[in-house]
């Protein structure tokens, strides 16, 4: 592959307003603004790594790639990499495959577990260990049990998901995995688990939903039949055998040292880490762009015990990016331990001119948005993704670099330069803004909005910052 960074890069296309706060932020971050055509969207996406070893079992589709990040640990020359939104773990796991000690910080526990899983399978667990346990699992399934007590306590958004006689299946696989006495290879078996979940059931993931199939019993406005399903036992023993195969090649290519995987929200768990302590971050973090976890991922959700109220939680707790998240000053202010630094985060926030003038737009046109959450949705999200790049700021020594994958969102017609807003807080709080370069095509808009605002497309950008010399 071309590697990313050679001269080969043109001038972003001009600013589209004039004499508003985001034309001069444009202005002000021009000559850094670049398109990479070597950037692509396979690159910056799940797309490059769907086959890849490891990679291939959980389709985590909110990922990038690992071909992306090795040019960025290169490119920084990490010796100590962090990754603050990892998801199933294609940073830290990278980091893993180059020799490179890393840290990732993921909310959802269904991205640690299958980060862990391959980590743990290229790091010393024996596969014949792995393959008698795939087997006990699957003779337990088959035994079929009395498993009630591990059948899925569904919430309101799971409910009818899977015929009667696969969530019996799947309540034999809990049971037998609870009681499992060594500790890697559980993680291993419930990405297994997890990984079949959407294929057995009456769902599909679709962007901001789940579609359901109407044997579900639910009622559904649109049309889904998923066909024939298979039975949970015949989907898991091909992931098992896909997982087996992956082993011996896991070994050679990822072995390295294991990664620390925190479980937990960036927001308060960057706090807890050493001031200096990294000199690559590699990362993205959710989009403002409503997309909402806790409802495409619900069924693994509810398979790791989550009830509606703890589902609720875990929105909530996410960096918000819906339109049904609460904000979380008043909540950060009695976690943090120095509130004058919060207030000054604040204060930033509240002085970005940019974003404040979209807000203000936004504000003045709230009878006419479809949802006027999405004022508080950008509030919320500029100001946790503050926080964020404060704590970047303490955690990344001098020198060290920061390459955040991210899109810029438009609501209303109003386009909100993300990129241009986080680089500006970058600058405020100890980087120099390398580059944002941004990928050849960007995002089109919405069909609601294409039909009143016309076809302008979003950035699709990642950003370099470099921390400065104290
Ligand atoms: C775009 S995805 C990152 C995917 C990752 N790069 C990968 O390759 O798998 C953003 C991730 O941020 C996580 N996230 C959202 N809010 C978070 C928070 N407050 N703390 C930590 N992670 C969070 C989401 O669960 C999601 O996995």
């Avoid at 508003?20 to 932020?25: C, K, T, V």
Wanted: include cysteine; hydrophobic fraction near 40%; aromatic fraction near 8%.
């Amino acid at each position: 592959m071309q590697t990313l960074f050679h001269d080969d890069v043109a001038p972003a296309p001009r600013a589209l307003h004039s004499g508003s706060a985001r034309a001069d932020l444009q202005r002000r971050f021009a000559r850094r603004l670049q398109v990479n055509p070597q950037l692509s969207r396979k690159l910056v996406s799940y797309q490059g790594n769907k086959g890849a070893v490891g990679f291939r079992w959980l389709k985590y589709k909110e990922g990038f790639s690992t071909a992306l990040v090795r040019q960025f640990i290169e490119r920084g020359q990490g010796t100590q990499v962090l990754d603050p939104f990892s998801g199933a773990g294609t940073t830290v796991l990278t980091a893993m495959s180059m020799g490179i000690p890393a840290t990732g910080i993921e909310i959802l526990p269904l991205g640690t577990l299958a980060a862990q899983a391959v980590a743990y399978a290229a790091n010393g667990l024996p596969l014949a260990a792995f393959r008698a346990a795939a087997h006990a699992l699957l003779d337990a399934i088959a035994a079929g049990d009395h498993a009630d007590e591990y059948a899925l306590k569904h919430a309101a958004i799971t409910k009818g998901a899977f015929p009667a006689g696969t969530g019996r299946e799947i309540a034999n696989a809990r049971k037998f995995i609870a009681r499992m006495a060594e500790p890697a290879l559980a993680p291993m078996l419930n990405v297994a688990c997890l990984s079949v979940l959407e294929e057995v059931s009456y769902t599909r993931k679709d962007g901001q939903f789940l579609r359901w199939d109407p044997r579900s019993g639910r009622t559904v406005s649109t049309k889904l039949n998923k066909g024939p399903l298979p039975s949970f036992a015949t989907a898991l023993a091909t992931r098992l055998q896909q997982m087996m195969q992956d082993f011996p090649l896991l070994k050679e290519h990822y072995a390295g040292p294991l990664p620390t995987f925190i479980t937990g929200s960036s927001l308060t768990e960057l706090q807890k880490l050493d001031t200096g302590q990294f000199d690559c971050v590699v990362t993205s973090p959710p989009y403002a762009n409503r997309y909402d976890y806790t409802r495409t991922y619900a069924l693994e959700l509810v398979y790791l015990g989550y009830d509606d109220v703890q589902i609720k939680a875990l929105r909530q707790a996410l960096l918000s990016a819906t339109v049904e998240n609460r904000c979380k000053r008043a909540g950060l202010c009695a976690a943090w331990g120095d509130a004058p630094a919060l207030e000054r985060v604040f204060r930033m926030v509240d002085q970005q001119a940019a974003l404040q003038e979209v807000l203000t737009i936004l504000r003045d046109c709230a009878a006419e948005l479809s949802n006027r959450n999405v004022i508080t949705l950008l509030e919320n999200y500029c100001t946790e993704m503050a926080v964020i790049v404060h704590e970047l700021g303490r955690v990344v020594r001098a020198g060290g670099r920061v390459f955040m994958v991210n899109d810029n969102v438009r609501y209303h017609g109003e386009e909100v330069p993300v990129d241009l807003i986080l680089s500006d807080f970058a600058e405020q709080c100890g980087f120099r803004c390398a580059a944002i370069w941004m990928l050849q095509r960007g995002k089109g808009n919405s069909s609601q909005q294409m039909g009143r605002f016309g076809r302008r497309e979003i950035r699709k950008c990642v950003y370099e910052w470099v921390k400065v010399d104290e």
